[in-house]
C-alpha cells in the first residue's frame, strides 16, 4: 500500500525552463512534507518541507505547493539548471505518530539538458 | 556539519554470509535509520532507532537485524545474506522533533552491497 506516489519516474526539461515535480498522499493524516534531492552514489540531501499549515514554501530556485484537499504537492524548480539533474524524493511525515518516521515515494528522475 | 558515516561504500558479499552494516553520526541525533533503495520502489524503511538500545521495525524488517549499543553508532545485520537482499542501503539520522514531528534526516553516502 503506497501512501506516497510519485506517478512520473522520470522528467526531462530544458535548462532554464520550469521543472514541475509531483506527489500525491493518500493518508489525509500526513501533516509534514519534505522533498530530497538525491545523486548518483549519493546519499539524499534535504531540499525543502512545508508543513500542512501552510500551502507553499519557497527557497531560492525551490518552491513547494500544497495541496491539502487534492492530497497533492509539486515541487517547482524555476529555472532549472543542469546541476538539478537527480532523483528527487517526496516523504511525509504524521506529527502525532510519535514515531518520527517519512514514508518516501518511489522517486522521479529529473534530467535537464543544457 | 552534520556528518553520517557508512563503513563501506561497495560491498560484495556471498549467499548465506552474516553481513555488518555500519553507521555512525556526530551530531548527537537521537533517532537513527536504515532504509534500502532499489529502482522503482523508493526508500523503504528496514529498522530505526529512536535511543540507544531501542529499535522498532520499519516496513520490510525480514530478514534483518539491527544494534544499537551506542548513541552514535547504528549497525545493520544481514543473518544470513540471499541475492534478493542485494540493494543501496541507506543510514539516516535525526534529532527528536518537537510535538512528535521528526526533525530533518540526514542521510549517509549509502553502501551498495551486491550479494551473489
Known amino acids: 500500500d503506497q501512501q506516497v506516489k510519485q506517478n512520473s519516474p522520470s522528467l526531462s526539461v530544458q535548462e532554464g525552463r520550469i521543472s514541475i515535480l509531483n506527489c500525491d498522499y493518500t493518508n489525509s493524516m500526513f501533516d509534514y512534507f519534505l522533498w530530497y534531492k538525491k545523486y548518483p552514489a549519493e546519499g539524499p540531501t534535504f531540499l525543502i518541507s512545508?508543513?500542512?499549515?501552510?500551502d507553499k514554501n519557497e527557497d531560492g530556485r525551490f518552491t513547494v505547493f500544497l495541496n491539502k484537499s487534492a492530497k497533492h504537492l509539486s515541487l517547482h524548480i524555476v529555472p532549472s539548471q543542469p546541476g538539478d539533474s537527480a532523483v528527487y524524493f517526496c516523504a511525509a511525515d504524521r506529527s502525532t505518530s510519535g514515531t518520527y518516521k517519512y514514508i518516501f515515494g518511489t522517486g522521479t528522475r529529473l534530467k535537464v539538458l543544457a | 556539519d552534520v556528518k553520517v558515516t557508512q563503513s563501506s561504500r561497495y560491498l560484495v558479499k556471498r549467499t548465506g554470509e552474516k553481513v555488518f552494516l555500519e553507521c555512525v553520526q556526530d551530531?548527537?541525533?537521537?533517532?537513527m535509520f536504515w532504509y534500502r533503495q532499489d529502482p522503482g520502489l523508493g526508500l523503504r524503511l528496514i529498522y530505526f532507532s529512536y535511543d540507544v538500545k531501542m529499535k522498532e521495525k520499519g516496513d520490510i524488517p525480514e530478514g534483518y537485524s539491527v544494534s544499537r549499543e551506542k548513541k552514535e553508532r547504528f549497525s545493520l545485520i544481514l543473518e544470513s545474506a540471499s541475492t534478493n537482499q542485494t540493494s543501496m542501503y541507506l543510514c539516516?539520522?535525526?534529532?527528536?522533533?518537537?510535538?512528535?514531528?521528526?526533525?530533518?534526516?540526514?542521510f549517509g553516502p549509502g553502501t551498495r552491497l551486491l550479494v551473489l
Open positions: 512545508i508543513s500542512s499549515i501552510k
Open positions: 551530531m548527537d541525533h537521537e533517532n
Open positions: 539516516a539520522s535525526s534529532f527528536h522533533g518537537t510535538g512528535g514531528t521528526g526533525e530533518t534526516q540526514y
